[in-house]
């Protein structure tokens, strides 16, 4: 069984910075596409930042230059670094993992069949 914990969320004022982090267990790590998407009250939930078993990494535009994803393979955690956040940035952030399909296409556009439990990103203006 696939879990995923995330931690690492919290309140900050515009300009600030947060990593979070998602710890994964159940899977193959390099072998699964993973990511972290986020949720605004009232929006859809959209992804901020993938990566596949390839290491090949895509963001969400606006999030671009701002946020960066890495993984540590040997503790099998994903990390988003967020610096210079924005108000539009705060939403709830969700780490996703899906090992059902190995193409580059799906890891990076596709819908995760795996989710944590999200943690809170608060920024204010």
């Known amino acids: 069984e696939v879990q995923l914990v995330e931690s690492g969320g919290g309140s900050v004022q515009a300009g600030g910075s947060l990593r979070l982090s998602c710890a994964a267990s159940?899977?193959?790590?390099?072998?699964?596409?993973m990511g972290w998407f986020r949720q605004a009250p009232g929006k859809g939930r959209e992804g901020v930042a993938r990566?596949?078993?390839?290491?090949?990494?895509t963001y969400l535009e606006s999030v671009k230059g701002r946020f960066t994803l890495s993984r540590d393979n040997a503790k099998n955690i994903l990390y988003l670094q967020m610096n210079s956040l924005k108000p539009e940035d705060t939403a709830m952030y969700y780490c996703?993992?899906?090992?059902?399909?190995?193409?580059?296409?799906?890891?990076?556009?596709?819908?995760?069949?795996?989710w944590g439990q999200g943690t809170q990103v608060t920024v204010s203006s």
């Open positions: 990566i596949d078993s390839d290491g090949i990494t």
């Open positions: 159940g899977l193959t790590y390099n072998l699964y596409c």
């Open positions: 996703a993992a899906d090992g059902r399909y190995s193409g580059s296409w799906f890891c990076h556009n596709g819908q995760y069949n795996n």
